[in-house]
């Protein structure tokens, strides 16, 4: 059996979501589908995901919210149209969307996320409406009837891990597709919480894993992961396979793909992930997968880069020689609620990296004072709008002179990287240089990529 998952924009029409069909009927195996929320039609279209946030906007500000809910369920109505489906459906949920405007909400983040998980709701009930409407035995069914239960925040909530048993426990009858709604699932409580965004990614993992499903194919609108992004690397080179933790490095820095989250599940229960596109089904996709089953060619997998980083940097003389100061320093950060990326450290130095998102109104004046105040570095500064470039490749242990090569190569362009940090995997390389200069660093490391085919 298969879990097989469908991004946004695979979504976003009728005629997508006819080749979707084909896609599911093509494989009898392909038994558990998941289902993102209706996404871009075009470039600078809104996803309903988008359109749901807005919505939940209005309903906090007690605005008329007609306008905003005919915009939405005119996205469902669309496609039910081209499928020459009756208007009761999309009626029904159009009365589901204004219900939820009624309801009280435990806080404002409980009533957003509630909001924002109905784009997939609804697209699951329309999807499975869609093919009994074509003759196909297929049954929606909520992440509840599943046993998914999540805990954590309620928009970037966590499963929790006794859903896996349930979920290996959940009735699959012979011969029904069932469709579910990724990027959410419910607390203990029964509210409603989403993943991180990209989410439904996620779903279709922890279902995967669950189920013990052979294969997880994740259906998007590229044919393959690529060793930079086509955006900054032309025609970059596709990835045939990549191990789990290549991928979740990768898609940390901004592969966006497939979600980092989503690899968890995926290399805990050694099931491998297929990523295809809806538009080139017959491609072969990148496979993802437990490490001994990879076979590099290439010492550099994959390099990406990813912005909005600020990092703090500290020096005093002797922090190597007092005990405690790195927990007294994330002990402030706690009490901000906000957490590090990386913190590169030497004996006299410390450099936190803070994704910017985490650092509102406020918060890194309070840091600042509070830093200062309890532990007196000998010098505070922020280094705003670094990018974070990770090289990725579990070929890298394999050249020592590796590293050597890639300052080399940006040394070349004028580039001096601030911060450097190998893990202790040794299958990642991270790099701090300015953000403007990211793009530049990105092209001359895949240049070099390629200069080193694996022996
Ligand atoms: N619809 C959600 C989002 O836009 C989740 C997903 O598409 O995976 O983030």
Redesign the pocket.
């Known amino acids: 059996m298969k879990v097989i998952k469908f991004?946004?924009s695979s979504l976003a029409t009728g005629p997508q979501l006819a080749k979707v069909l084909d896609i599911i009927a093509a494989d009898p195996t392909r038994r558990v589908v998941v289902v993102?929320?209706p996404?871009k039609r075009f470039k600078g279209d809104i996803?309903?995901?988008?359109l749901l946030g807005q919505l939940a906007q209005a309903v906090i500000a007690g605005a008329d919210v007609t306008a905003s809910v005919d915009a939405i369920i005119a996205r469902y109505a669309d496609i039910t149209a081209d499928f020459g489906m009756p208007d009761t459906i999309v009626g029904h949920l159009r009365q589901h969307l204004l219900q939820m405007t009624r309801q009280s909400y435990l806080n404002l983040d409980y009533l957003t996320a509630t909001f924002?998980a109905q784009?997939?709701f609804m697209n699951a009930r329309l999807v499975a409406a869609v093919m009994r409407h074509r003759g196909v035995n297929a049954r929606f069914v909520d992440p509840k009837a599943l046993g998914m239960v999540v805990s954590g925040r309620p928009r970037a909530a966590n499963i929790a891990p006794d859903s896996y048993a349930r979920i290996a426990e959940f009735n699959l009858a012979p011969d029904e597709t069932i469709i579910v709604p990724?990027?959410f699932a419910y607390d203990r409580a029964g509210h409603i919480a989403?993943?991180?965004?990209?989410?439904?990614?996620?779903t279709g993992s922890i279902l995967a894993r669950g189920l013990g499903a052979e294969l997880y194919e994740n259906f998007t609108d590229v044919s393959s992961v690529y060793a930079a992004d086509p955006r900054i690397v032309a025609h970059p080179r596709a990835i045939k396979t990549l191990t789990y933790r290549e991928m979740r490095e990768l898609a940390y820095a901004g592969f966006t793909v497939f979600?980092d989250e989503a690899i968890i599940p995926m290399s805990q229960a050694n099931i491998p992930v297929n990523v295809k596109n809806t538009n080139e089904p017959a491609a072969r996709g990148t496979i993802i997968a437990p490490t001994k089953n990879v076979n590099h060619h290439h010492h550099i997998t994959g390099v990406a880069a990813k912005h909005n980083f600020v990092a703090l940097y500290l020096h005093r003389y002797l922090i190597n020689a007092q005990v405690g100061f790195t927990l007294r320093l994330l002990r402030i950060f706690e009490q901000y609620g906000v957490s590090y990326e990386h913190m590169p450290s030497g004996i006299d130095d410390l450099t936190v990296i803070i994704d910017k998102a985490q650092l509102g109104a406020g918060i890194k004046e309070a840091l600042t004072d509070d830093i200062t105040r309890k532990l007196h570095p000998d010098h505070l500064e922020w280094l705003d709008d670094i990018a974070i470039l990770m090289v990725v490749g579990e070929g890298l242990y394999a050249k020592p002179t590796i590293i050597a090569q890639i300052m080399g190569c940006l040394a070349d362009i004028g580039i001096a990287p601030s911060i450097l940090n190998q893990g202790a995997s040794r299958i990642s390389l991270m790099l701090g240089v300015p953000a403007d200069r990211a793009a530049d660093a990105v092209r001359a490391i895949y240049a070099l990529s390629e200069t080193h085919p694996h022996p």
């Open positions: 991004g946004g993102s929320a996404g996803k309903v995901t988008d924002m784009g997939e990724g990027f989403t993943f991180a965004r990209g989410g439904s990614d996620i979600n």
